[in-house]
């Protein structure tokens, strides 16, 4: 996705992100590089397998919205092998895509809080988009657009 890899310089004992010629130290990389870089690195050494679990906390965080597609992409691809993903996430990009995946390819279960801070599980694939704050403040930017047309 982004041209260039995470490796580790024995030689430095550091790790690094290489692109073409050019080396960055890993604490001036992004995090979304790094977050990518992980599961690169791990599938490259063959860590994961079918009862792997991995959990995400804001994939959204420093990445493009074509990045975070991508990259749940990737998530969907792993998953379809039976790897298990928790992703926590408070983004529009990341919820609908999530749907999208559920509908094309395995369920996928979201938990959400209400006003309250009581948590409820619903379908993607059958409930449609949670009822939750990340939701209804994107209905309603939507709906202000065109409020004043």
């Not at 906390?57 to 919205?65: K, R």
């Amino acid at each position: 996705m982004f041209q260039g890899r995470i490796e580790y310089d024995q030689t430095n004992a550091k790790w690094l992100y290489r692109k073409g010629n050019a080396k960055f130290s890993i604490h001036n990389t992004a995090e979304g590089i790094k977050k990518i870089a992980i599961l690169d690195i791990l599938l490259g050494n063959r860590f994961l397998t079918p009862d792997s679990v991995i959990f995400i906390d804001e994939p959204e965080s420093a990445l493009h919205p074509t990045a975070i597609v991508q990259l749940l992409d990737i998530v969907q691809a792993l998953a379809d092998k039976g790897i298990q993903f928790f992703i926590a996430t408070h983004s529009y990009y990341v919820i609908k895509k999530l749907a999208i995946i559920a509908n094309k390819s395995a369920d996928v279960n979201c938990f959400s809080p209400d006003n309250e801070g009581v948590w409820s599980v619903s379908s993607l694939r059958n409930d449609g988009l949670p009822d939750n704050e990340i939701i209804n403040e994107s209905v309603r930017l939507f709906e202000q657009e065109f409020q004043g047309v």
